[in-house]
């Protein structure tokens, strides 16, 4: 479980938990995709919904592990690779 747009939603909410998602674009926020993002992380507690109990999202208690994990993936090194007949 990490998409481009689940870590794109995870780092938002990583660095802005205040703001909603769907603040910053109505447009791409209300797409499938991005909609069924929010679900699943939700369901895997990296998001929590706020306390006023609107579909308004927050930090989870698992995202800052997660977004460390991500953090510590080391960059992918080339390579040459000589094929041995």
């Not at 999202?57 to 991500?70: D, N, T």
Request: hydrophobic fraction near 40%; charged fraction near 20%.
């Amino acid at each position: 479980m990490a998409s481009p747009l689940e870590i794109m939603i995870g780092l938002h909410y990583w660095t802005r938990s205040s703001v909603d998602y769907s603040a910053d674009d109505r447009q791409h926020a209300t797409s499938p995709a991005v909609r069924q993002a929010l679900i699943d992380m939700h369901n895997a507690k990296l998001l929590q919904t706020t306390s006023t109990g609107s579909v308004h999202f927050e930090r989870g208690e698992a995202l800052e592990c997660w977004i460390k994990a991500l953090l510590n993936i080391p960059w992918p090194i080339q390579k040459w690779v000589i094929p041995v007949e």
